[in-house]
């Protein structure tokens, strides 16, 4: 028994009680710096956080002139010191340059045996310089199968004695840089693997080491390097190196290597407000169906119709400048899948660029092929959240799909008021349980789930009433009083905002009998719609009946009492674009074939009327109509 006691102590002694603390020789020890901070007493040489002038933050602002969305302020610092040096994550905002950057090819796919496929080092090297880190895109991705795996590496440091990466240059064989400065030649060609591909082999030159740069020479540094497949731009904050490392020819895609200089933080988009005067316009973009090359024309009658993915771009561009939206809504099937978007990244970098380019905000939902591809769903919201102006989410992890999230549009006065409801939920792509006539590969599309239902119910209820027709501070101006003039005191009602809701494979209510209107008795159904097969799963968890029908705008019962969700807006099917009223609620379809053309939802009155129309590719206006509000069927 003493023995056993005795051994315990032992080990109690050992393992928690002796704690072992370093001397200053194990300090000043030479060893890998992936997590030392070099603290520098010179405000010059902190981070470099890029500059942003386009930031806005709700701040409350007791000067009538300033609006309380539109005040600027510094980004938030970011603490750079806390990123792994050792791990490719371009992403993140990294303001530690690069001291080597080298090429290697491999027979052996490198993410099954990376000590293989890297370049050689020790550990002193790894000290001094940084670890090599593998950018984890293959530069002979289009090559081939008998094209070796090519990919380039390069070392990351903090230590400010290191001269680091300033420039990069793509040149052929017996070409040299033009500009003086230290330049390094990688050996391995660029276009190693590639028959008859003529050699083309990266320069880079550094400049001088952290401790003497300035603020402006580091914010100049290069600071992560990425691969984009395509002729299309390349990721927020990153700029293409001239020529490609792969030449588009036929089938063949365009392979590009892309650079970020500093750290470019994307501009975050305002919080949604009303104008003044009380309006609010939505864009809806259905069904983009971008691909890695530049597309093909699907569902239109444009002829010549080549570069689809550019066209539409264009077409969304010149929407956007007519209609001037504060929201811009992309409702699913952003990538078009089908073995098309093989990199869905740098799909992603471009689907939202017309928004973007012009500074609106715009939030996403996923269609039935975003995720065909490969990347789930996880993945692409973390890469848009990282572009500019959006407001997209992932949502509750223990509802069913990926992009389950609540939008509020608030008043322009002070006090912010929640004046509308924008719902986005996750439709799925194809249901687990259907399976076509080989047996691997299911068919038929997914449906709204319980756990979204009792979500969308979980979300309904935690809004406050507020008394409509609305009452304002007295800063609103001339308007309002004429307004609270016009409104006797039997008219006003507790109630929530009104909510429009976003998915993209619509229900099947959207296909059941309309609405009538009880005046003229004629179908509350308006637009194009008949021309293909309807677009509903086949199974149905009850959303319609147990959420949208569910959830009223008051919880009084008495006369007038309406419900909450007045609108639902869906993708999916290119070629229909009808509204139809079911049970009181509208179900409207992006549409987009034709000759194209966008909805689009204006809301005013405060949030109180919605009206919707669609804008063709040749600026006609198409199927104007009132859904809400006065002036809408009863």
Not at 181 to 196: C, D, E, P, Q, Y
Not at 197 to 224: C, D, F, K, Q
């Amino acid at each position: 028994m003493t023995t056993i006691v005795g051994f315990s102590l032992l080990l109690t002694w050992i393992f928690i009680l002796y704690q072992p603390s370093p001397g200053p020789g194990s300090i000043q020890k030479l060893g890998w710096q992936s997590w030392e901070v070099v603290s520098m007493s010179n405000d010059s040489q902190s981070p470099i956080q890029g500059n942003n002038t386009d930031l806005a933050i709700p701040v409350d602002s007791e000067t009538p002139d300033v609006n309380w969305w539109n005040v600027t302020l510094p980004e938030p610092q970011v603490d750079s010191s806390s990123f792994p040096l050792d791990v490719w994550a371009p992403l993140l905002p990294h303001s530690t340059g690069l001291s080597e950057i080298t090429v290697t090819q491999c027979r052996i796919n490198p993410s099954l045996a990376e000590e293989v496929c890297a370049p050689g080092s020790t550990s002193e090297e790894d000290a001094i310089k940084g670890k090599w880190v593998r950018v984890r895109r293959d530069l002979n991705l289009e090559g081939g199968y008998l094209s070796p795996y090519l990919n380039i590496y390069y070392r990351r440091t903090r230590r400010q004695d290191i001269n680091l990466v300033a420039d990069i240059q793509l040149l052929a064989d017996n070409d040299e840089p033009s500009t003086p400065g230290a330049w390094h030649k990688v050996n391995t060609s660029l276009r190693a693997g590639i028959f008859h591909a003529a050699p083309l082999y990266l320069w880079y030159r550094t400049g001088t080491t952290a401790g003497e740069m300035n603020a402006v020479e580091r914010s100049n540094i290069i600071t992560e390097l990425d691969v984009l497949y395509g002729e299309d731009v390349p990721w927020y904050g990153f700029e293409k190196l001239e020529p490609p490392t792969m030449p588009e020819k036929g089938k063949v895609e365009a392979t590009w290597l892309t650079y970020r200089r500093g750290v470019k933080p994307p501009p975050r988009a305002p919080p949604l407000h009303f104008s003044r005067s009380g309006k609010f316009k939505i864009m809806q973009v259905a069904d983009l169906h971008y691909s890695v090359s530049q597309g093909f024309c699907r569902d239109t009658d444009r002829k010549p119709c080549q570069h689809s993915d550019n066209l539409t771009t264009t077409l969304v561009g010149k929407a956007l400048e007519a209609e001037r939206p504060d929201l811009v809504v992309f409702t699913g099937d952003q990538l078009n899948g089908q073995g098309t978007t093989w990199d869905p990244k740098s799909v992603l970098a471009k689907f939202a660029k017309a928004a973007t380019d012009r500074k609106v905000p715009w939030a996403s939902i996923f269609g039935n092929h975003d995720e065909e591809d490969g990347m789930p769903r996880e993945e692409q919201i973390t890469l848009m959240k990282a572009l500019p102006y959006n407001l997209v989410d992932r949502g509750p992890k223990d509802v069913s799909g990926v992009s389950n999230y609540v939008l509020k549009v608030l008043s322009a006065d002070p006090s912010k008021t929640h004046l509308l409801t924008l719902y986005f939920l996750d439709s799925g792509a194809y249901a687990k349980g259907y399976w076509d006539f080989f047996g691997f590969i299911p068919t038929e599309y997914d449906w709204i789930r319980e756990s979204q239902t009792n979500w969308f119910l979980q979300q309904s209820s935690m809004f406050f009433h507020r008394e409509i027709p609305i009452r304002t501070p007295n800063d609103l101006g001339h308007a309002w009083k004429v307004r609270q003039e016009q409104i006797t005191p039997d008219t006003r009602r507790l109630a929530k905002p009104n909510a429009l809701m976003f998915f993209h494979i619509p229900l099947q209510e959207a296909y059941t009998k309309a609405d009538s209107d009880p005046g003229t008795h004629i179908a509350l159904d308006v637009g194009i719609h008949g021309q293909e097969p309807p677009g509903n799963a086949k199974g149905n968890a009850g959303f319609y009946e147990n959420g949208v029908l569910k959830a009223m705008e008051s919880e009084h019962i008495g006369k007038g009492n309406a419900l909450e969700v007045k609108v639902i807006g869906n993708g999916h099917c290119h070629i229909t674009e009808n509204c139809r009223r079911v049970k009181g609620i509208w179900n409207c379809f992006g549409g987009g074939g034709f000759d194209r053309r966008f909805r689009i939802y204006e809301i005013s009155d405060y949030g109180e009327t919605i009206r919707t129309y669609k804008r063709t590719e040749k600026d006609e206006i198409v199927d104007d109509m009132i859904l809400a509000g006065k002036g809408a069927p009863l």
